[in-house]
């Protein structure tokens, strides 16, 4: 907060200090925030180890898409999430400076869905949501690139407020116990019986054992990651003056925010498989890259 009141006084006085040639704007901006909470890796290609490191307990695309590709299962896979990120703020030019105080919400749009489904059983349903309430305070500099255009870049501190959360089921336990050539395909009691290397012995002993099978299977799971904090925000752009005065502008836009967090679990087979304790602590991404465009309105 000691931050956010240094960057406040600053810019009062570039404002107060700046009084000649100065223009204030109105501006609105939509814009899109890609792979969500740095989770596009894990659900693609990455996955997450239970805490024995011997199955996974999220099973990435990449997996199910193999499984679907031999002939095993079907499937629905749609990649990472995007998010839909509307924002208003107030600036002001300063001769060749300007500051900005603006407000950001961003909601997932797309991706962040995973299914796999044995004749006509779901036994993989893996479902992403993320939201994100920012608001970053600029200082920066612009540049005349001809007379109605400009470049323009920008750093400053935020507060933001966010999370994500991850619901669904992980069954391999009723697969394997139809067929233990089946065994492997999603998390287990066991977590150590793969169909190509598993001896017959250790298939006999998993499908034998029902309750223990089933122990590891996560069925019903919703976990829900929320933090906020003050982070960092740099911005680099392009605006285009029209006749009315208004501009059009066009924007990348970085903001450093993330935060650790503890969450509740609620399935068993979760517990069992990662979360002894029955919560779990992961470091929560609410920051990442946007590319905006849209309209600043004279005031």
């Known amino acids: 907060m000691k931050l956010i009141k240094k960057l406040l006084i600053l810019v009062l006085g570039f404002s107060v200090g700046g009084v000649f040639a100065q223009s204030a704007y109105l501006g609105y901006g939509l814009g899109l925030q890609v792979d969500l909470a740095g989770l596009g890796a894990t659900i693609t290609k990455d996955g997450l ?4 490191g011997t199955q996974k307990i999220i099973i990435p695309e ?6 679907q590709r031999s002939g095993l299962v079907s499937r629905e896979t749609k990649g990472a999430m995007t998010g839909l990120a509307l924002s208003v703020f107030y600036e002001r030019d300063m001769a060749d400076f300007f500051y900005r105080i603006e407000g950001s919400y961003t909601r997932k749009i797309m991706g962040g869905y995973t299914k796999a489904q044995l004749a006509g059983y779901t036994f993989i349903e893996q479902s992403w949501d993320f939201y994100s309430l920012v608001v970053p305070l600029y200082l920066g500099i612009k540049a005349n690139v001809s007379e109605s255009a400009s470049v323009y870049g920008a750093f400053g501190i935020n507060y933001f407020r966010g999370g994500w959360s991850l619901s669904g089921t992980g069954d391999g336990a009723t697969p394997c116990s139809v067929s233990s050539r089946l065994c492997g395909l999603g998390p287990s009691g066991i977590g150590l019986i793969d169909p190509v290397t598993g001896t017959t012995a250790d298939v006999a002993a998993v499908t034998s054992n029902p309750q223990a099978l089933y122990s590891g299977a996560i069925f019903g799971e919703q976990i829900v990651f929320d933090v906020s ?5 740099f911005l680099i752009g392009l605006d285009k003056k029209l006749q009315s ?4 502008y066009f924007e990348l836009e970085y903001l450093l925010d993330a ?3 503890n969450a509740p679990v609620r399935s068993p087979g979760t517990v069992n498989q990662l979360a002894s304790t029955g919560n779990i ?3 929560i991404v609410v920051g990442g890259l946007r590319y905006r465009l849209g309209f600043k309105k004279p005031l």
């Open 49 to 52: 180890d239970n805490k024995y």
């Open 62 to 67: 990449n997996t199910i898409d193999v499984l």
């Open 229 to 233: 904090g003050v982070g960092f925000n």
């Open 245 to 248: 005065g208004s501009k059009f």
């Open 259 to 261: 935060k650790m967090d």
């Open 281 to 283: 602590s992961y470091p």
